[in-house]
């Protein structure tokens, strides 16, 4: 029994060298994992980079000045705005406008009527009827006094019809039509083209002299009154770039007056700024973010805000353009922002770097799971 057990032994250990032997080996993939500390980059054909409208800029260097940042309030252009009010005590008869239509200038806005009009309509008619007469008769047939009076007299009717309310047009068309007209009726116009942004008032309400009717206002242009300390007013001059944010919108803007005298509650000076607002972002009485951009400054290496993106790592970084398509993700720092633009180190002076598209360029090496790395 212990010779068999033995052999069973023996066998056993000439057998481990063989097993082993026919064991497979530890896979391993042809080619190892890909660098990850090289620059990743992200390709597109022409039709792509046309599609996402990428574009591209060399940095060069640029002056920027300081940003002074401020609250601001959306006012009226009171260069493009007109109220319109009787100059005589009259009552509303017809409406011809109403709240937020755009009318034109001289397009009737309402229809009024009057006792003093209807005097002054008549007198009227009576002095270009008689001036009438005087004038076919001739200076032959009259005194001299006499014809002048006739001719003052209709001067001083037209006068004074236009003076309570009527137009040059209306004083024409009564003294063709005679006393059919003469019944104190008269009609307010749009002394501008805009929009409507008041009319307090109803049919049949007896109005005074003075009494607002309409508020009419070009809206295309508006006004930023914004607030800064004395200190910042004597660095801002007229002419000074401004932005002006609402809704996560950025409008461009210039400064056109600085005031003089500070609010006595606040102690803040106001700047005013003109903004275009084509698109009627802006509307009197939002309030707004400004950020007005003063002095020469020194020169820098500055790129739009929306051309320098945040890594999946936090860190920041910008697209260059390395020729054919070819992007590659560089990080760089950004040393502060003003005027829309972030002032960066990391990179020289003569880079072509991606403006526009970065986005979509970011969202591209992301499907591809790269890293940055600043090199």
């Known amino acids: 029994m212990s010779i068999r057990i033995a052999w069973v032994l023996l066998a056993t250990l000439l057998a481990q060298p063989l097993l082993q032997a026919a064991e497979p080996a530890p896979a391993h993939a042809e080619h190892s994992d890909p660098d990850r500390d090289g620059p990743a980059e992200v390709h597109l054909t022409t039709a792509q980079r046309r599609a996402v409208g990428v574009a591209v800029e060399v940095l060069a260097p640029r002056r920027l000045g300081d940003e002074i940042r401020a609250p601001g309030e959306v006012e009226l252009n009171a260069y493009a705005t007109a109220q319109v009010t009787p100059r005589i005590p009259a009552q509303v008869l017809r409406r011809h406008a109403r709240l937020g239509d755009q009318v034109q200038a001289g397009q009737p806005l309402v229809t009024l009527s009057s006792v003093e009009m209807a005097q002054a309509q008549g007198d009227l008619v009576v002095a270009d009827s008689e001036w009438q007469r005087v004038r076919k008769l001739g200076k032959q047939a009259l005194s001299e006094r006499r014809f002048t009076q ?9 006068a004074r019809v236009q003076a309570f309310g009527m137009t040059p047009e209306q004083v024409d068309r009564l003294s063709q039509l005679g006393a059919t007209l003469a019944d104190g009726t008269f009609q307010l116009p749009a002394p501008r083209a805009g929009t409507v942004i008041r009319d307090q008032f109803i049919l049949g309400e007896r109005v005074e002299p003075g009494r607002v009717l309409f508020e009419i206002t070009d809206e295309r242009v508006l006004w930023v ?10 660095r801002i001059r007229p002419g000074d770039r401004a932005r002006v944010r609402h809704a996560n919108a950025w409008l461009e803007g210039q400064v056109t007056q600085v005031f003089h005298a500070l609010d006595h509650a606040t102690r803040t000076q106001a700047v005013r700024i003109e903004v275009p607002n ?16 003063t002095g020469a400054g020194l020169e820098v290496l500055a790129l739009p805000e929306e051309a320098v ?23 760089v720092d950004i040393l502060r922002t003003t005027g829309g633009l972030a002032v960066i180190s990391g990179l020289t002076a003569g880079t072509p770097v991606v403006t526009q598209g970065a986005f979509f360029l970011q969202s591209e090496l992301a499907k591809g799971g790269f890293e940055v790395h600043q090199h």
């Open 225 to 234: 009154e914004a607030w800064v300390t004395p200190e910042e007013a004597g």
């Open 278 to 293: 084509k698109d009627h972002r802006l509307h009197p009485g939002l309030f707004v973010d400004v950020r007005i951009l």
């Open 150 to 158: 006739a001719q003052v007299a209709r001067q001083q009717a037209r």
């Open 309 to 331: 993106l945040r890594s999946p790592d936090g860190d920041w970084l910008v697209f260059v353009s390395e020729g054919d398509g070819e992007y590659r993700p560089v990080e």
